[in-house]
C-alpha cells in the first residue's frame, strides 16, 4: 500500500540553528499539506499545496518558515531560525484533490526538539 | 469560526468495556465529519466518516453517527481491546475544505 514518506522521524537542534523536513506524497497525489501538532493538541495547518502552488500558507510563520514543492511532488519544510516553541511534530499529508470527497493520508512525522 | 471539542484524556478502560468518546463541533453550513486514530509511533489513519446528517461511520468495531441537532459524533465501541490503545482525534471539514481538529482523547486500554 502506497504511503506518505516523511523523513527525518527525529530531529533535535539548536536554537537559531536552520532544520528542514522532507516528504514524499503517495505518487499521483496532487494536494499536499503541512501541519504542525504540538503536544496535546490536534493538528494546525500551515500550508497547502495545489501541484506546485502554494493555496494557503495563512498560518505560516512567514518570518521563519519557508516551504517548497517545485516540481510538484516531494516538498521541504524549512524553519530558520528554530525557536524553542517550534518544539513539536510536523506532520505531512496529502491527497488526490483538494476538494471534500478526497481523503487525507498522513506520513508518520517528524517530530522536533528544539534545545 | 469553525471548532470542535472533544472530551479531554486520558480515558482509561478495561478490556472488553464499552468505550464512548464525546466529540461536539461548531460550525457553518454541512461540514462532514471525521474520526482519526494515532497509534504510538505513527501517523494519523483515517478510522470513519459521515458526511451528512444521519450517517453512521463504522469500522474495526467502531461507529459514529452525525447527530446535526445536537451537533455531535461520539465514537463508540461495544468491546474495546488492548491493541485499541491509541489517539483518538475528532476532525470536521468544513466548506473551504480544510480539516478543523479536536485536541484529540487518548485511549488507554487495561488487559
Known amino acids: 500500500e502506497a504511503e506518505v514518506a516523511q523523513s527525518p522521524r527525529y530531529k533535535i537542534t539548536e536554537k537559531s540553528q536552520a532544520v528542514a523536513f522532507w516528504c514524499d506524497p503517495i505518487?499521483?497525489?496532487?494536494?499536499l499539506y503541512w501541519y504542525r501538532q504540538i503536544l496535546g493538541q490536534g493538528p494546525e495547518l500551515l500550508v497547502q499545496f495545489q501541484d506546485e502552488s502554494v493555496v494557503d500558507d495563512s498560518q505560516l510563520p512567514k518570518d521563519r518558515f519557508s516551504a517548497e514543492r517545485l516540481k510538484g511532488v516531494d516538498s521541504t519544510l524549512k524553519i530558520q531560525p528554530a525557536e524553542l516553541g517550534d518544539s513539536a511534530m510536523y506532520l505531512c499529508?496529502?491527497?488526490?484533490?483538494?476538494?471534500?470527497?478526497?481523503?487525507?493520508?498522513f506520513g508518520p512525522g517528524t517530530r522536533l526538539t528544539v534545545t | 469560526g469553525d471548532s470542535v471539542t472533544q472530551m479531554e484524556g486520558p480515558v482509561t478502560l478495561s478490556e472488553e468495556a464499552f468505550l464512548t468518546i464525546n466529540c461536539t463541533y461548531t460550525a457553518t453550513g454541512y461540514p462532514s465529519l471525521f474520526w482519526y486514530v494515532q497509534y504510538p509511533g505513527e501517523g494519523l489513519q483515517l478510522l470513519l466518516k459521515a458526511t451528512k446528517a444521519d450517517d453512521k461511520g463504522s469500522n474495526k468495531g467502531f461507529e459514529a453517527t452525525y447527530r446535526k441537532e445536537t451537533t455531535s459524533f461520539h465514537l463508540e465501541k461495544g468491546s474495546v481491546q488492548v491493541s485499541d490503545s491509541a489517539v483518538y482525534f475528532c476532525?470536521?471539514?468544513?466548506?473551504?475544505?480544510?480539516?478543523?481538529w479536536g485536541a484529540g482523547t487518548k485511549l488507554i486500554i487495561k488487559p
Open positions: 476532525a470536521l471539514r468544513g466548506s473551504n475544505y480544510q480539516l478543523i
Open positions: 499529508a496529502s491527497s488526490l484533490g483538494a476538494g471534500g470527497s478526497y481523503e487525507q493520508y
Open positions: 505518487s499521483g497525489h496532487a494536494t
